[in-house]
Structure formats: C-alpha cells, structure tokens
C-alpha cells in the first residue's frame, strides 16, 4: 500500500492477518512446542469480554455527563465522545455476540455522538486558534475578533442541542436499557466460545477493510496494475490531496481499527503494542491534517476573504498541512 509516496510492505499487513497470534489466556503448546503439553489458564468466553466492554464504556460514557452539561472544562465534552466510541467500537466488534434492545443499538449511539461531536468540533477550532495568535501580528490578531464572535455563537448552539440530547427521552432510554443489558446480558449462541477460537475470525476482516482503503492510494499512480508513488509534490499538489474526502474517511478508519484492536489487546499481552502505537502516529498525524482543513472552512465562513486579511494564520496553516503531509509519509514508511 501506499500513502504520501511511501510505499507500504504489504507482506506484513498479509502476515498479521494469517498469522493472528493466539490471545493470551488460551491453552497454547508450552514454550518448549512439545505436544501434548499445554498452558492450564482457563480459556476466556466471547460473552465475558463482550459484556465487560459494554459495560465499562457505557460506565465511562455516562460519568462524564454531568460534567458536559455543567460546560466548565472542554475535556469533560471530549471524555464523553471518547466513551461513546469505544461504546460503540464494542458493539461493532461484537455484533454477532451481542443481543441487545431495539433502544440501545449502536445507531443510537452513534446519533448522540455526532451531536457531540459538533460541539467538540468548535472547541478544537478555539484551541487552534488560540495556539495561533500569540504568533499573529497585532493586526491580524484584531481581525480575528469577528471569527472569536462567530465562534461563540455557533457554541451556544450547539451547547443547547448537546444538552437537550444528553436530557432528552431518547438518552435516558438508551443509558437504562444498555444497564439492564449489562446486569443480565442477551447474547447469540457463539457466546459461550473462547476468544481463541473467534478473536481471529472477528478482528480479521477489520484489518482487511483497513488495508483495503482506497485512501492509501492517494498520491500515487497505478503502472501495470500496481501503485506508485507520486514525488516531489509541490504545497500545492499537497493541499489539493489534503482536501479529498478519502483521506478524511482514511483516518477515521484508522481510529476505528486501532480501537478495535485495543478492545481486544489484552488478550495477545504485548504482542500488539508496536501496530497500536503505529496506528496512533498515523491517526494523529491525519487529524493534524483534518483539523488544518476544519479550521479554514470555518474561517471562511466567519470572515470574508479571510486569507487575504490573514496573510501570516494563511502561510502558518500551509506550513502546518505540509509539516503533517511529511510525518504521515514517516509513519507509513516506519509501518
């Protein structure tokens, strides 16, 4: 695979899908590889690893609650979406476990995340534009006003609808019936299984939506049916890659494997840590990208002509986009 014109060792990629380590916890042979002889842990069910995420992630989601609605510090907000996530990577993880109430499915989740995820959105854009200006020149700081204006009231709004989502029937409906769950849990006949024998089967093909993206096909070009890297791309070459909508919807696929994986992490000891920490490096580094990207759709819509009235936040931005643009290709050459 491909990203930033580094190319990917696909054969590792292969490897780990073929070759999935069994977890940790599970009869193995010993050490010595003598037959006959095997580990006597108890093997851990699908059904106690289902229901134990589930219920840490729901516990994790609802603790940040009240915190959100009293708005006092922006992490609480970010807490929150972090549990919802995760709440909602178990369920896709463990769907074919998992027997859960028509109130608590994962689209119900996944509707009291996106109104989250608008308000965190402008607490992300405050906190670039707050890590900008002290480089701004006092001219270009006070230009910036009307954006700060603006600012506050898309927050207030969508303040209001976060709260009214988190008070509303619907929440309260889903926090209830994901407890209940939880204290007596509905699960499919796999169940009862050992992680060993349907980990595999389970975190396979999320690694292989993964590898399959099309976004690591951006910045190359296909000769004889295989992609090569486009080089020595100009800013502006960068930026028009930065804009497409499959390198967004590559970095939350990312995100979402790499939650995945860490779902099930402590099963495989530490045979994970080196792709977690990988994965992390790439999604960080695609975030830095999205949020460059974040950040000037809303000036553009907080102040006309922005980037002319903007000249020195204009060049800090494409500084930034191509600095990331760089980290990603190292991320992709270290992986």
Known sequence: MVFGGIVFEHGAKVKLRLNWPAPAGIELPNERGRSGEQSMTQPVSLEVLATTA????????????KAVLKDRDPEDLHQMRVGLRRLRTAMQVFEPVLILPKAAQ??????VGRKLGRLRDLDVITELLQQYLPDLPPAEAQALTPGFQYLQRRRQRALKQVKAVLKGDRYQRLKTRLKTWTQAPACSALAPLSASTVLPDLVGPLLSRLWLHPGWLIATAIQQGQPQPLFNLDPEAIDGYVAQPTLHSLRKQVK??????????????????????????????????????????????????????????????AHSRNQSWGNGKRCKAAT
């Open 54 to 65: 589930i219920g840490t992630y729901l516990s994790k989601m609802t603790r940040s609650q």
């Open 256 to 317: 979402r494997v790499r939650y995945q994986l860490q779902l099930v992490a402590d099963q495989y000891g530490d045979r994970l840590n080196a792709e977690l920490t990988q994965l992390q490096a790439l999604q960080e580094t695609l975030g830095h990208l999205q949020d460059g990207l974040v950040l000037a759709d809303f000036l553009g819509a907080a102040i006309p002509h922005w980037q002319t009235q903007l000249p020195t936040l204009k060049a800090q931005l």
């Open 106 to 111: 994962e689209s119900q989740v996944a509707a």
